[in-house]
């Protein structure tokens, strides 16, 4: 999926906490975040030096775990600022909602589309 903004922020790749991956560098569409700024990464980094597009206000698919509720259209969602996974779990950062119309059952994991609005 193309990520697209009207404004995003750039980003150096290397201040971005984003989910692990093999060649350590931030991929696109990954939720991250720095600070208290949270989005989707707007493109993949082939070096942490890159100038990476941090999508504040986008619609995109993300993983999400849902904790004892369900996630359903409209729950908001929060982003673990160290692991940099997604739940409706509160006490992470605020990332924003789901706007899929499947349904994740409590405990499960799942891909659904996300409306970052922090």
Known sequence: MSYTSTNPIMVTASLLNHPAHANGLVAEGDPCCVGALAGFAG????????????MLNDVGPAAVTAGAAAISFGTQLYLDPSACT???TAGGLPFGASVDTTTIAAGQSGTIQVRVSN
């Open 43 to 54: 493109k993949s980094a082939a070096a942490a030096t890159d100038e990476i597009p941090l």
């Open 86 to 88: 997604l739940s409706n």
